[in-house]
């Protein structure tokens, strides 16, 4: 079972990744099996002409939202 973060709680890795766009305004869980900057939740799929970078959480967070996706800080969805 995986480990989830609600915006509200603690993000259990000081690690995430978000889109290079001078738009982006979301972070996302690395996926962990990949090999390349990419979020864990299907955002990557939808976008395939983003290109996404591995980023301090801490240090983009006071400008940044958690993605909301079950599968990075979400909560399950109902």
Same mark, same amino acid.
């Given at each position: 079972m995986s480990r989830r973060a609600t915006a509200n709680a603690q993000v259990d890795?000081?690690?995430?990744?978000?889109?290079?766009?001078?738009?982006?305004?979301?972070?996302?869980?690395?996926? #962990?099996?990949?090999?390349? #900057?990419? #979020?864990?939740?299907?955002?990557?799929?939808?976008?395939e002409d983003a290109d996404f970078t591995d980023v301090p959480i801490a240090a983009y967070r006071p400008h940044y939202k958690l993605c909301g996706n079950p599968e990075c800080f979400g909560r399950d969805w109902r």
């Open positions: 890795t000081d690690q995430g990744v978000r889109n290079r766009s001078q738009y982006a305004d979301t972070l996302h869980r690395q996926d #962990p099996d990949s090999d390349e #900057p990419r #979020p864990a939740c299907p955002e990557a799929d939808y976008r």
